[in-house]
T-cell receptor, first 115, second 114 residues
């Protein structure tokens, strides 16, 4: 069975602080894909990143960075110098490369950034 | 612009009524999905469809029904059998039936029972 755990329910930081959102996953598949989505107050989920199981390179995109470690089954997301606009719910998701499957989401982490 | 359109944005249902949530996409995606979101519960899969005229139950399909008569459309009916339908409903689509490229999401429908 596949599972995604986001242990942090809510995180509150002050602007310019760095913050890391944790994601731990479980799967028996050797080929799988991991995702992060952002859900602002408007409700629509916005795609942030996709990573396949064979690519453990960390990625940086502006203030965002992702750390993928197969040894610990983790795919953590760090926001550097957080801003108020980063306030949202963030979801980590997992899918195996199999037809007839769907993305499995964690319960999400609500990030609140205050000025 | 290509995307997914969900309507209505807000929907109110009386006890015992069936209601239908619309989801239309112009992305030419084969697969479409319905998720339900409750506070603190994340997204839970209701139904999904990999191809026209075919769909599968997700984890919480009881009290819901769907149809996929056209590639572009995947409406969700919340029936009176769904005892706790108040939630935020999200429709998504993907180019791959495996979801390996991720999903594109609509802006959601918030359903409230009155």
């Amino acid at each position: 069975a596949q599972k995604v755990t986001q242990a942090q329910t809510e995180i509150s930081v002050v602007e310019k602080e760095d913050v890391t959102l944790d994601c731990v996953y479980e799967t028996r598949d050797t080929t799988y894909y991991l995702f992060w989505y952002k859900q602002p107050p408007s409700g629509e989920l916005v795609f942030l990143i996709r990573r396949n199981s064979f690519d453990e390179q960390n990625e940086i995109s502006g203030r965002y960075s992702w750390n993928f470690q197969k040894s610990t089954s983790s795919f953590n997301f760090t926001i550097t110098a957080s801003q108020v606009v980063d306030s949202a719910v963030y979801f980590c998701a997992l899918t195996a490369n199999q037809a007839g499957t769907a993305l499995i989401f964690g319960k999400g982490t609500t990030l609140s950034v205050s000025s | 612009d290509g995307g997914i359109t969900q309507s209505p944005k807000y929907l109110f249902r009386k006890e015992g009524q069936n209601v239908t949530l619309s989801c239309e996409q112009n992305l030419n995606h084969d697969a479409m999905y319905w998720y339900r979101q409750d506070p603190g519960q994340g997204l839970r899969l209701i139904y999904y469809s990999q191809i026209v005229n075919d769909f599968q139950k997700g984890d919480i399909a009881e009290g819901y029904s769907v149809s996929r008569e056209k590639k572009e459309s995947f409406p969700l009916t919340v029936t009176s059998a769904q005892k706790n339908p108040t939630a935020f409903y999200l429709c998504a689509s993907s180019t791959s039936g495996t979801g390996r490229y991720g999903y594109t999401f609509g802006s959601g429908t918030r359903l409230t029972v009155v």
